[in-house]
């Protein structure tokens, strides 16, 4: 973090140095200035929304009438041997089976040491890699080692699919989170143009005397 803060101050100090086109430092100036306009809207969003109270029963008649968009998704656990070699990959598949597995990993696998300890829990099936999720949602069994190196960008992994839960449907407790958080996201996109359409009528009613005072003035003088 202190490495990024000197960088960044680094960085800066180049950039003030610089020289720039009239046209570039307009430029710069309409894009700071739109940012600090973006900031100060979604400053004052996200008040709103805050403050704003979102019923229960709110929540529980979205979650009745969208139920099929919550649900949890297959969870799996697994183990892997990673190795780098598809050689040594397709040797340690023709030895591997359930008794040797861990044996053969100790040996074989060329995963960091972080990686190498297994947590033996169930992991969504969007939390692995997807060309492993591809294959273990294929599998139709569980406690099986995936007879297949499956290839990744670093190497091949050998499968060891220890467990499956199926795909369900959350429950409201589960699903009320996220449904809040629709809901919010919802209400800040509604708040966020309506402060610019407030501000923008603001603008308009603030213009409106001045052209009254324009037209009164105008009649004053046609009749000297």
Do not use: C, W
């Not at 894009?31 to 229960?56: C, D, G, H, M, P």
């Not at 406690?143 to 220890?162: C, R, T």
């Amino acid at each position: 973090m202190e490495e990024d803060k000197i960088l960044h101050a680094i960085l800066l100090k180049k950039a003030k140095e610089a020289e720039y086109t009239n046209y570039e430092i307009e430029q710069i100036n309409l894009q700071s200035e739109s940012l600090f306009i973006r900031y100060y809207l979604e400053r004052e969003a996200i008040k709103i929304v805050e403050n704003t109270n979102i019923e229960e029963e709110v929540l529980k008649k979205i979650y009745e009438e969208n139920q099929t968009l919550y649900k949890y998704p297959e969870k799996v656990k697994i183990d892997t041997i990673f190795v780098k070699d598809l050689e040594k990959a397709e040797e340690i598949l023709k030895e591997v089976n359930l008794e040797n597995f861990n044996e053969l990993k100790e040996k074989n696998d060329e995963k960091g040491k972080d990686a190498k300890d297994s947590t033996d829990e169930f992991l969504f099936v969007t939390e692995i890699h997807p060309a492993i999720a591809e294959e273990v949602l294929q599998e139709s069994e569980k406690n099986v080692i995936i007879k297949k190196a499956i290839p990744v960008q670093e190497g091949f992994h050998i499968v060891y699919l220890k467990d499956v839960e199926e795909a369900r449907q959350a429950i409201f407790d589960e699903a009320k989170e996220a449904i809040l958080a629709d809901v919010k996201r919802n209400i800040f996109g509604q708040v966020y143009n309506q402060l610019i359409q407030d501000i923008a009528n603001e603008t308009i009613k603030l213009e409106e005397p001045t052209k009254n005072e324009e037209s009164k003035s105008t009649k004053v003088g046609s009749k000297e």
